[in-house]
């Protein structure tokens, strides 16, 4: 395990060097700056303007469960550029033929960032929600939302061939998260066809506040990790 945490450390030390990454990260604090004070001065502005009670409030659960996806997806988007860079540089094949070994660099690039944006989304959530949430609705929120993080890194690394195709793929496995938004716009049964997105059960979960459809995310986020792990595999080897 000492040998997975120096690689994963030998990534946070090549961070260091490239701008657009750390602006990934630095954009985790502003996202959640915008959600949490800009959203509300928006609300009681158009309050004001349409003389209404509220506008945006029966929507705040939306920003919190933006802002659990965007968190976890900076981080990992961070680390799928890291794995096309060193597949460009052929890094990635001799790290795999030292002691790390395939599954350790799996560990390093893919999991440790997971857990770490599992970790730090349980700790900012609680300070740029919007909404009133418990602690287990931050919890599955957390554990939901690296999962999706997971998801797009992992859509990223399958279907790209360089950085620059990541740049797009990343922008197009995005779209992904807009799944959110149908449970609260949408009231027909038409809605379920998105029901083999994860990110449709979260939107589902916490507008009925129901803990049922977080299950229902945790387990179509497997398969999708599942899927796409194993296609990771293929295209390695």
């Not at 959600?35 to 506008?55: D, H, Q, R």
């Not at 070994?101 to 730090?120: C, D, E, H, M």
């Amino acid at each position: 395990m000492r040998i997975v945490w120096r690689s994963f450390i030998h990534m946070l030390r090549f961070i260091r060097h490239d701008m657009m990454q750390i602006v990934a990260l630095v954009s985790i604090f502003l996202c959640g700056a915008v959600f949490k004070f800009g959203v509300p001065a928006l609300e009681t502005y158009l309050m004001g303007y349409f003389s209404k009670a509220y506008i945006l409030k029966p929507y705040y659960g939306l920003f919190d469960i933006l802002f659990s996806i965007i968190s976890p997806t900076m981080l990992c988007y961070i680390a799928s550029m890291v794995i096309l860079e060193e597949k460009d540089d052929h890094v990635s094949v001799y790290l795999a033929a030292t002691p790390l070994g395939k599954n350790g660099y799996i560990l390093s690039r893919l999991v440790i960032p997971a857990v770490i944006s599992f970790v730090l989304t349980l700790i900012l959530l609680p300070f740029f929600s919007l909404s009133e949430v418990s602690f287990s609705t931050v919890i599955m929120l957390s554990l939901t939302g690296a999962a999706q993080g997971l998801i797009i890194t992992l859509i990223v690394v399958v279907f790209s061939a360089n950085k620059l195709e990541g740049l797009a793929v990343t922008k197009l496995s995005v779209i992904m998260m807009l799944a959110i938004f149908v449970p609260y716009f949408i009231r027909t049964n038409a809605q379920y066809l998105l029901c083999v997105l994860p990110t449709y059960w979260i939107g589902k979960a916490v507008h009925e506040s129901s803990y049922m459809y977080f299950a229902f995310a945790l387990v179509i986020s497997a398969l999708w990790i599942a899927v796409l792990e194993h296609k990771y595999e293929l295209k390695s080897n």
